[in-house]
């Protein structure tokens, strides 16, 4: 079974830099592409960042030009690189394929404060 670990969350001011891990037990070529939600309390997952099979990569609107997603396939990691982070981020972040087809981790604690 694929299993997927999130870190790299913490507290950080606004304008400050977090790069969330996501390491899978397996090789990153055996799993669909592997993407970034975040989740706020009382809300759904939505998608932050992807990265197709074809190596483009795809963000929210509201992370655009902030966030790059990234993949170690050695380390079988996916990272989250956040920069000019903003209160509005504030939220657990997860990783997973596109649509979800692995058991969700635990996720990582982001707070973003002003």
């Known amino acids: 079974q694929v299993q997927l670990v999130e870190s790299g969350g913490g507290l950080v001011e606004a304008g400050g830099s977090l790069r969330l891990s996501c390491v899978a037990n397996t090789n990153l070529r055996n799993l669909i592409t592997i993407t970034w939600y975040r989740q706020t309390p009382g809300q759904e997952r939505v998608l932050v960042a992807r990265?197709?099979?074809?190596?483009?990569?795809l963000y929210a609107d509201s992370v655009k030009g902030r966030f790059t997603i990234s993949q170690d396939n050695a380390k079988n990691t996916i990272y989250l690189q956040m920069n000019n982070l903003k209160p509005d981020d504030t939220a657990v972040y997860y990783c997973n394929s596109y649509p979800a087809r692995y058991p969700w981790g635990q996720g990582t604690q982001v707070t973003v404060s002003s």
């Open positions: 990265r197709l099979s074809d190596l483009r990569t």
